[in-house]
Structure formats: C-alpha cells, structure tokens
T-cell receptor, first 114, second 110 residues
Framework: DTAVSQTPKYLVTQMGNDKSIKCEQNLGHDTMYWYKQDSKKFLKIMFSYNNKELIINETVPNRFSPKSPDKAHLNLHINSLELGDSAVYFC?????????????FGQGTRLTVV | QKEVEQDPGPLSVPEGAIVSLNCTYS??????FMWYRQYSRKGPELLMY????GNKEDGRFTAQVDKSSKYISLFIRDSQPSDSATYLC??????????FGIGTKLQVIP
C-alpha cells in the first residue's frame, strides 16, 4: 500500500491553464506538505497543513492554492500556469505538528508547462 | 548566502569505498539534522536524523553533527551500487519548516 500517493504522476499543459494535483496519505498523520523541486533539484517547502489548518505559507504566488478537505488529503490547485511553474511537486506527510524530523514523501508530480 | 550549502557533485566512487557527504549551514538556530536519499524520479526518503551535536550510526550509515563548525556529515561504509542516489541534507529549528540542501549526486561504480 502506498503511504503517500499523488496524482497525476505526469502533467503536461499549456501556459495559462488551470490544473490540480491531488495527494492522499494513509499513515494517519496530522501534518501534510507541498514541496517544489526545481530543475536544479532544489527542494523547497511551499505549504504545510496540520489537521486541515494552514500553518506554513512560504512566499508562493497566490496562483497556487492548497486545499485540505480532511487531514488525509491535501490538494494543490494552480491557476494561470506559467513556464516557470515547471518542476516536480512533492506531497509529504509527518506524524504531527511541532518538531518535524521525519516526513514521508510521495513519488512526485512532474509538471511541464509548454 | 544560502542557509544550507551542499556540493551537488556528482561524486563517483568504486564499490566498497567509504563515502563522505557534507553540508554546511549558517543558521545557528538549527537543532535537528536529517539526511534524505532520493533515487531518480522518486520522492526523498529519510535515512537518519540527529539532534544537536554528536554521532549516530545505523548499519553502514553514520551521521555526524558539529554545531560549533555548523557542519554535518554522512558517512557510508562499504558503499554499494544500490547506494547510487542523490543525498539531501535537511535541518530545522524544531518547528514546521525544514530547509533542504541542494543534494549531492552519488554514483557507486561496480
């Protein structure tokens, strides 16, 4: 059973489109994240949710909107896609808020904007 | 200056070699230090974490933290081709935000 699963795995879309990436974890964790890994492989946090509540919102354009319908799901919606949004987006989960020394990552969604 | 500096490599070593991977950091508030391994086209997976200074060993892997020098290391003994991956250091002050290094790409040649 996949602990943290993301869909889709690959996404190719045109500039200006709106797209969503879905994430689900079956670990019973309270905390979920979205990370972006750019072409230089630099992994950077975008958002963090704890029990459906947003607790970290890094400097991310407001075209990116996370939504957590319940603590097992964290989706990422992106409006008006730009070329610079091309990257691999990772969802992750961790047992609880507070000290986060262990995060479980999904396989990633490779987004290509053309 | 980035908060966490890590040489991206690539680092190529023969099978059986001892590998040393390192990161330096600038924020003295970091207290928890982690190493993740990322295979190509996969998500990162946690290898080890340590709190504050000192050493921690797990099988062929040893993590070392020197807070006075703001320097952390991961040693891999008897390296195997299956160890070929990108190794990311990560650290946190103990709150939610974890800061990652860029990752060092390691290739172990049979």
């Amino acid at each position: 059973d996949t602990a943290v699963s993301q869909t889709p795995k690959y996404l190719v879309t045109q500039m200006g489109n709106d797209k969503s990436i879905k994430c689900e974890q079956n670990l019973g964790h309270d905390t979920m994240y979205w990370y972006k890994q750019d072409s230089k492989k630099f992994l950077k946090i975008m958002f963090s949710y704890n029990n459906k509540e947003l607790i970290i919102n890094e400097t991310v354009p407001n075209r990116f909107s996370p939504k957590s319908p319940d603590k097992a799901h964290l989706n990422l919606h992106i409006n008006s896609l730009e070329l610079g949004d091309s990257a691999v987006y990772f969802c992750a989960s961790a047992p609880r808020a507070g000290v986060n020394t262990e995060a479980f990552f999904g396989q990633g969604t490779r987004l290509t904007v053309v | 200056q980035k908060e966490v500096e890590q040489d991206p490599g690539p680092l190529s070593v023969p099978e059986g070699a001892i590998v040393s991977l390192n990161c330096t950091y600038s924020n003295s508030a970091f207290q928890y230090f982690m190493w993740y391994r990322q295979y190509s086209r996969k998500g990162p997976e946690l290898l080890m974490y340590t709190y504050s200074s000192g050493n921690k060993e797990d099988g062929r892997f040893t993590a070392q933290v020197d807070k006075s020098s703001k320097y952390i290391s991961l040693f891999i003994r008897d390296s195997q081709p299956s160890d070929s991956a990108t190794y990311l250091c990560a650290m946190t002050r103990g709150y939610q935000k974890v800061t990652f290094g860029i990752g060092t790409k390691l290739q172990v040649i049979p």
